[in-house]
Structure formats: structure tokens, C-alpha cells
């Protein structure tokens, strides 16, 4: 019985660890591309902060010793640009952030879960245990009451026998007296 109930109970871990598993693996998952969301925001940052640079050196004035209105709203809108993508990043980083923090408390929910399971489990195979013992208990006084029944038919035979054994004499003592 107690092989029994081990093997349930951990089966019962197996499936629910399983289950938590493909849980897990999808946030991670969920997290994971939020991260690469992230990572291509920042080299999106690099790439026009290069162009912004390039934009700073370009003088098509003239002579190309000056710049002019226009270079300088190139520069400008691509540093919009930056400051557009700057806000995009810290939404990205706040929501990776969250996930994080989402994702953690996932983790202990689920551990807290799994503890009280686990207890529960134990408490479960514990009544198991208990119920298990005083079913044999209770089988050896039935052994024994079965024992104390057969002596007693026993006894109660050899009395029944003595009886017959008795009254068998009686019997031939009255016969042998009319005779």
C-alpha cells in the first residue's frame, strides 16, 4: 500500500510539475522576445545616432564651408527620431521590467502552490498510513476472535461429545439393570 501511494503521489508531482514547466517555458518565451524587442530599439538608437553624426558633418552650403537650414533640420529631425525611439525603449525596458517582475511572482506563486500540494500530499498518504495500520490492527483481533471461536467450538464439541459419552453410560447402565 505504501508503494502504492508513493507512486501516486509522485505522479501526481510529475503531472504538475509538467504543467507548471510548459507555463514556465511560455513566459520565458514571453520574456525572451520582449528582450529581443529591447535589443533591436537599442541598435536602432546606434544606427541613427551614426546618422545623426553624419548629418553634424555634412555642410552643403556654400562651398560646403557652411550648413544650411536644411542640414541642420536633417540633424534635427533625426535627433526627433532618437528622442521617439529614446521613449519607445524606456516603454520596452518598463514592460521586460514587468514581465520580469510578473514572471517572478509567477515562480513564487507557483512554488507556494506546489508546497502546499506537496503537504497536502503527505498529509493525504500520512491518513493512508494511519488507516492502513488500524485495518491490520483491526484484522489480527478478527484472527484472534476467529481463534478464540474455534477453541470455544473446540470446547464445546469435546463437552458435547462427553455428553453423548455420559448418557451413552447412563443409557447401558439402565439396560444392564433390566436385564
Known amino acids: 500500500m505504501r508503494k502504492f501511494t508513493a507512486?501516486?503521489?509522485?505522479?501526481?508531482?510529475?503531472?504538475?510539475?509538467?504543467?507548471?514547466?510548459?507555463?514556465?517555458?511560455?513566459?520565458?518565451?514571453?520574456?525572451?522576445?520582449q528582450r529581443k524587442r529591447v535589443n533591436f530599439l537599442l541598435e536602432e538608437r546606434s544606427r541613427?545616432?551614426?546618422?545623426?553624426?553624419?548629418?553634424?558633418?555634412?555642410?552643403t552650403g556654400i562651398?560646403?564651408?557652411f550648413k544650411t537650414k536644411t542640414d541642420m533640420q536633417k540633424s534635427i529631425n533625426i535627433l526627433k527620431e532618437i528622442v521617439i525611439n529614446d521613449n519607445k525603449i524606456f516603454l520596452e525596458t518598463r514592460?521586460?521590467?514587468?514581465?520580469?517582475?510578473t514572471?517572478?511572482?509567477?515562480?513564487?506563486?507557483m512554488a507556494t502552490e506546489f508546497d502546499s500540494q506537496v503537504t497536502a500530499y503527505?498529509?493525504?498518504i500520512s491518513k493512508l498510513q494511519e488507516e492502513n495500520e488500524k485495518l491490520r490492527l483491526h484484522i489480527k483481533d478478527l484472527e484472534k476472535g476467529e481463534h478464540?471461536?474455534?477453541?470455544?467450538?473446540?470446547l464445546l464439541g469435546l463437552l458435547f461429545i462427553g455428553?453423548?459419552?455420559?448418557?451413552?453410560?447412563?443409557?447401558r447402565r439402565l439396560h444392564a439393570s433390566k436385564n
Open 63 to 65: 562651398f560646403g564651408l
Open 7 to 33: 507512486f501516486i503521489f509522485y505522479l501526481l508531482l510529475i503531472v504538475t510539475s509538467a504543467t507548471a514547466n510548459m507555463s514556465a517555458e511560455a513566459d520565458s518565451l514571453l520574456f525572451e522576445n
Open 122 to 124: 503527505m498529509r493525504t
Open 148 to 154: 478464540q471461536n474455534g477453541v470455544v467450538f473446540y
Open 163 to 171: 455428553l453423548l459419552f455420559v448418557i451413552y453410560l447412563l443409557y
Open 48 to 59: 541613427k545616432f551614426g546618422e545623426y553624426d553624419h548629418s553634424l558633418e555634412q555642410k
Open 103 to 109: 514572471e517572478r511572482e509567477h515562480f513564487q506563486k
Open 95 to 101: 514592460k521586460l521590467l514587468d514581465l520580469k517582475d
